[in-house]
């Protein structure tokens, strides 16, 4: 059996709402994993929420419930928001999970029986909010480097993790493989952190319950980032069931923000060569998103919510926007008059309008029973040679996680459909009854074109596609079909009806 693509996204913080950064990475995530489904590959997507923690505990606290009352009822925004969205992860998983907390005991008992935990004391700068230390010399006037707030003096006796020991081994992995680390701006981050010298890392909390008790030491309990990590094997049962968690790790890329690239790129595969695991295939950074220009805040009450936007546009016409806008490693600036932008002239027209207008000619011409292709001429052949050129754009653009890229190929597929309906002019073959044979052919490959655009479309905007699949007629679902055979050129069958349907996509008026 052939091991599954597994892609993670970061288990998020319940310390608040998911907001457009969060839906950010699992949609992209939800992208890659689709894709490769589409390929007709086995996957494991995995998000899920991180639920320990000093933070947790004092919004609790704050909130007059218990830490764990207080993760359920944040955990349903987080699962309410990816069903809408269209989130096709095949596990959610929680910290709070007994698997999840057996998985994490027998892992740290595994390191500290190797001699890589240690008691010592520990005192330095603590930000609540991140679950971070810092040194004096990291700071910024005084604030935690991160977030810019308040950071608190803390002394207590802790239970340490030997990073220090595995610095080389660490440089030694990135430079015989410069993919681990993307893009290449955080690797060379990543390096230049770790050349400057590797501090043992606190990885217990003495002063705090709400975390998993240390099975050596039930007076502690695990620091959060070092549980949190742990959910990308507990999640596929490592230590409790070893065939599946070798038939799915290692994972093929943790999809991550660049604010916890440290912990994903140093600590993390410092802890699995401790255990004598595989390391990840690739930790892939992206940027922030900012909102007109600036940071996301609750005081500027500028953080906006995905349920806001999908209400406004529409979901497929939110995950188009996030992953076409921006280059996924890089920040990127939210701006919603350029999504009405691209709403309009990317999806109301260069594909709505143009699905609308091949089903309605064969509806027209045929009564909407799509006839079958003739002898193909030049103008024929381009079209065919620009479909194959977007499948293979495509796939090589999400080899590299550039969907932006892979969507820019896409429509320029639909650019060269909407050139060849132009160009054929089904409207004027109709009227000659002599040419009834050409426009056979124009017919067949304007909808052999939309055909291929539903698969196309399929992993980043799913309902889309399953909507022009519908109006082609099918009565198999589209997600039995998988690249590259259901490439190939003329494969609709003819004789199926189609029919236009409603519009894809109603333009909207301009942003408000």
Known sequence: MDKLYYVTTPIYYVNDLPHIGTAYTTVAADALARYH???GEGVYFLTGTDEHGQHVARAAERNGVSPKEWADRMVTHFTEVWRRLNISNDFFIRTT??????????????LYDKGDIYLDTYEGWYCVP?????????????????????????QEENYFFRLSAYAD????????????????????????????????????????????PLPFDESQVMYVWFDALLNYVSAIDYSLDEARFRGIWP?????????????HAIVWPAMLMAADLPLPRQVFAHGWLTVEGEKMSKSKGNVISPHDLVDEYGVDAYRYYF???????????????????RYNADLANSLGNMVSRVLAMVERYRGGEVPGPGVEEAVDTALRESADLAVAEVDRCMERFAFNEALQAIWNFLASINRYVDETAAWDLAKDPDRSDRLDTVLYNQVEAVRLTALLVLPFMPATGEGIWERLGYRRSIHEHHL???A????FPPGQKVSKGAPLFPRKDAAR
């Open 251 to 263: 994972a093929d890329v943790h999809f991550i923000g660049k604010e916890i690239l440290r912990f």
């Open 323 to 341: 992953l076409r806008e921006f280059s996924f490693g890089y920040d990127g600036n939210f701006s919603r008059e350029n999504m009405t932008g």
């Open 484 to 486: 590259p055979a259901a």
């Open 488 to 491: 190939a050129w003329e494969l």
């Open 97 to 110: 999970d007994p698997r999840h907390m057996e998985v994490a005991r027998n892992f740290i008992q595994l």
């Open 130 to 154: 991140d679950e971070s230390f810092w040194l004096p010399s990291q700071l910024v006037e005084g604030k935690c480097p991160q977030c810019g707030r308040e950071v608190e003096m803390v």
């Open 169 to 212: 081994r660490l440089l030694e992995h990135i430079s015989s493989h410069p993919e681990f680390v993307q893009p290449d701006i955080r690797r060379n981050e990543v390096i230049s952190f770790i050349r400057q010298g590797l501090a043992d890392q606190s990885i217990s909390r003495k002063t705090i319950s709400w975390g998993i």
């Open 37 to 39: 489904r589409l390929k």
